[in-house]
């Protein structure tokens, strides 16, 4: 947790990231950026989701549909955060020559996707059955 | 060793502006899924605030994006993206899904 507490202190003082080490080749840096716009691209289509959510189903109850939503958005709220998270934390072990942090965040992600996806499956069966 | 390129072969300031454009337009979708939550009809007065403010995150993402394009086009060897541009992209996607709560709830 300290790892995140420096990296919040780096994203409120910019400059410090070029202050330390050694500026890296600029190829890496834009791969760098693109990964970073890359995880705000799912960020938005989670968002997206959320706002679809509530507006293409709405025969599902209120409680229901304003959940998904917000679990939606929140998805894409953590995401966003964890995309200039990471960012910083690659840019910073760039210049300092050491390895790239890694990260549990893409497998959590999946894994809650596919769990998602596996649920709505088993709604759709249901439902369909329960409409004959 | 010998001359240094002009061009980056790989091409990668024209993949990153790219990029950028394709999260401009990934964002641009999100933010018109939000003017159509207008078309409901039963959104509350602080929804209809909520609406309007989306499309005014929506311009400064536009913005954050259409500079970054710009700087990265100047150069044969742009500089990184800078932390500020990063957190303002980043603050302005946490504010659609801010808004975004305010309209479903």
New interface residues.
């Given amino acids: 947790m300290s790892d995140f507490g420096q990296s919040l202190r780096?994203?409120f003082a910019?400059r410090r990231?070029r202050e330390e080490g050694q500026?890296p080749d600029?190829?890496f840096?834009?791969?760098?950026?693109?990964t970073?716009?890359?995880w705000?691209?799912t960020?938005?289509?989670l968002?997206?989701g959320?706002?679809?959510v509530?507006?293409f189903l709405p025969d599902l109850p209120w409680g229901v549909r304003?959940g998904m939503?917000?679990g939606l958005?929140?998805a894409?709220?953590l995401c966003?955060?964890r995309?200039?998270n990471h960012?910083?934390r690659c840019?910073q072990a760039m210049r300092r020559g050491e390895d790239l942090p890694v990260s549990r965040f893409p497998v959590l992600l999946s894994v809650v996707i596919a769990v998602v996806a596996v649920a709505m499956v088993v709604v759709v069966l249901f439902g369909w059955e329960g409409g004959r | 060793m010998t001359a240094v390129p002009e061009r980056d072969p790989g091409l990668q300031p024209e993949r990153t502006r790219l990029a950028w454009r394709r999260t401009t337009l990934a964002y641009t979708v999100a933010a018109v899924l939000a003017a159509r939550q207008v078309a409901g009809g039963d959104l509350s007065a602080a929804g209809l605030v909520a609406v309007a403010l989306s499309a005014l995150v929506w311009l400064g993402f536009l913005w954050v994006a259409h500079r970054r394009v710009r700087e990265l086009g100047v150069r044969p060897r742009p500089r990184a993206l800078s932390a500020g541009a990063a957190l303002a992209a980043v603050a302005c996607t946490v504010a659609l899904a801010g808004f975004a709560v305010a309209m479903v709830v």
Avoid: K
């Fill in positions: 780096l994203w910019p990231v500026t600029y190829r840096s834009l791969a760098n950026e693109r970073f716009l890359a705000l691209r960020a938005l289509a968002i997206g959320g706002f679809a509530d507006q304003a939503a917000l958005l929140g894409g709220v966003a955060l995309a200039v960012w910083v840019e």
